[in-house]
T-cell receptor, first 116, second 114 residues
Framework: DAGVIQSPRHEVTEMGQEVTLRCKPI?????LFWYRQTMMRGLELLIY????????DSGMPEDRFSAKMPNASFSTLKIQPSEPRDSAVYFC??????????????FGEGSWLTVV | AQSVTQPDIHITVSEGASLELRCNYS??????LFWYVQSPGQGLQLLLK??????LVQGIKGFEAEFKRSQSSFNLRKPSVHWSDAAEYFC????????????FGTGTLLAVQP
């Protein structure tokens, strides 16, 4: 199994630009999660999907952030416009049936975003 | 609300010494409990997990953790640390209910001295 695949691995962009992060979950997994990791706030859950439907987006910091999951094998996290405080590592993760039924979440290697 | 506390931000041990990383959780019932490890520049890798049954859980890389309900703890242990164990370790609690959230602690950074 290829695991959770994220792209790009690294991105440096200028303030005000649009950033799109992409994720391919593990095949057969129907729960997908976006986490953000920073030194100040640690690992934060931004949003998660079940069967392509957003279930809880209470962690999304503000309207500049949006996430979509058009099908079971692809999700995007978009930041528009980007700001320096968005600099972080963004992790995508997936699981089968979700943690609530005792399943493990598997993480991608992260997208390292720097906004200058 | 569920939460996880890792009281040690940074720990340094000598290679070959034993290790214990602390984790305390707050949850109304018995949660699902996890330990993940993150090496520099990498994603999170699952070390072990507790769902039910035996409270002493064995994981990969020689790690184990013990669930103690009375202390609301799930401490991670290893009898002899190797230099390659230097990394950041995260404890996490998962909801047994309808939600799928996994809440992480703030992590403990482990340094290993030769």
């Amino acid at each position: 199994d290829a695991g959770v695949i994220q792209s790009p691995r690294h991105e440096v962009t200028e303030m005000g630009q649009e950033v799109t992060l992409r994720c391919k979950p593990i095949s057969g997994h129907n729960s997908l999660f976006w986490y953000r990791q920073t030194m100040m706030r640690g690992l934060e859950l931004l949003i998660y999907f079940n069967n392509n439907v957003p279930i809880d987006d209470s962690g999304m910091p503000e309207d500049r952030f949006s996430a979509k999951m058009p099908n079971a094998s692809f999700s995007t996290l978009k930041i528009q416009p980007s700001e320096p405080r968005d600099s972080a590592v963004y992790f995508c993760a997936s699981s089968s049936q979700g943690v609530g039924t005792g399943n493990t979440i598997y993480f991608g290697e992260g997208s390292w975003l720097t906004v200058v | 609300a569920q939460s996880v506390t890792q009281p040690d931000i940074h720990i340094t041990v000598s290679e070959g010494a034993s290790l214990e990383l602390r984790c305390n959780y707050s949850y109304g019932a018995t949660p699902y409990l996890f330990w993940y490890v993150q090496s520099p520049g990498q994603g999170l890798q699952l070390l072990l997990k507790y769902f039910s049954g035996d409270t002493l859980v064995q994981g990969i890389k020689g790690f184990e953790a013990e669930f103690k309900r009375s202390q609301s703890s799930f401490n991670l242990r290893k009898p002899s640390v190797h230099w390659s164990d230097a990394a950041e370790y995260f404890c996490a609690v998962g909801d047994r209910g309808a939600t799928n959230k996994l809440i992480f602690g703030t992590g403990t950074l482990l340094a290993v001295q030769p």
